[in-house]
């Protein structure tokens, strides 16, 4: 058979015009040229291709067959040709998540229905766990991107930090606390909290906070998710002290975020499998999420941070 696919092309569109001369002009090569190429091409496949009929050619019963087949291979790399063009453009692929409790219904819905949007053929999975078995799985390839607090000590995990957030306290409106420009631990005394679960990251810094200014807690409850602490405190139900950007915007018209002192600062950081060549659209989905944090920081003001759209949307 032949070692190059050009008598195969010049096949087409003989067959296609009916003529080896408009065959040349289409593909931009002499009329021999066409007729070499069609000889050979009959004399690889051991039949005759097309019959002289006054000025035009006409295809064999056999080169019917064969161009029916030469047509849908042709749409097969039309089709391959679309495929590479997205994934050039990113507008293809496959991209799995693993993000914690915290960030898993504020800031990654808003992210990844912007993603969706802006590539909608990119086939997205979102896993919740919490921050050691995130750890674990981007550590074995098990996902390409994994979202955390705080950084990671291990040769198997590759960090980039994308945002720093301090920590606020977060009261409900309305609630006696709530015009107060810094919150501290003494504030908080008799305060029923709401804390999120033993093992985050931020979860000891705060408990570590009280305990430096000998302020015993009364917890309320414990939850798992910063989305599920803000909603028991939009219901009046206690106060929290969690990271800003874990602050679904649904509930800003409910609660005031405040300054908390001590500051502690939180550091949201995307990871990866190390010695991984990272997807066009993971790199895509690391350069909105940079900027969409990028536009997103608001820095702690003198006064209480305003819970309106404008401030921190």
Do not use: W
């Not at 895509?284 to 003001?301: I, L, W």
Request: proline share 4%.
């Amino acid at each position: 058979m032949l070692s190059s696919s050009n008598a195969l092309f010049v096949f087409e569109a003989a067959a296609r015009t009916g003529s080896f001369t408009r065959a040349a002009a289409e593909l931009n090569v002499t009329q021999p040229a066409v007729s070499r190429l069609i000889a050979d091409l009959e004399h690889s496949l051991g039949f005759k291709l097309f019959e002289r009929q006054h000025r035009r050619v006409v295809p064999t019963p056999e080169a019917e067959l064969l161009y029916i087949e030469v047509k849908r291979a042709f749409s097969r790399l039309d089709d391959i040709e679309h495929v590479a063009r997205s994934i050039k453009h990113r507008q293809v692929g496959q991209l799995s998540i693993i993000a914690a409790p915290s960030l898993s219904i504020g800031t990654m819905s808003e992210l990844l229905r912007a993603f969706h949007e802006r590539y909608p053929d990119v086939a997205i999975s979102l896993e919740v766990a919490l921050r050691s078995e995130i750890i674990e799985k981007i550590a074995l390839h098990r996902f390409d991107i994994g979202v955390i607090g705080g950084r990671v000590d291990s040769p198997a995990v590759e960090c980039l930090p994308v945002a720093t957030s301090a920590a606020v306290c977060v009261v409900p409106c309305g609630h006696r606390l709530a015009e107060r420009s810094v919150i501290t631990p003494q504030d908080l005394a008799s305060e029923c909290f709401i804390s999120v679960q033993r093992d985050a990251l931020l979860r000891s810094e705060v408990d570590a906070a009280f305990q430096r200014h000998g302020v015993a807690r009364p917890d309320l409850m414990e939850v798992r998710t910063h989305d599920a602490a803000i909603a028991l405190v939009a219901a009046g139900l206690g106060v929290t002290v969690i990271v800003q950007h874990g602050v679904p915007s649904d509930y800003y018209r409910y609660v005031r975020m405040l300054r908390f002192e001590p500051r502690i600062e939180h550091q949201l950081t995307l990871i990866f499998p190390a010695q991984k060549v990272r997807s066009r659209a993971a790199e895509a989905f690391v350069e909105m999420f940079r900027q969409r944090r990028a536009a997103k920081a608001v820095a702690p003001g003198a006064g209480s941070l305003r819970s309106s759209r404008s401030a921190l949307a």
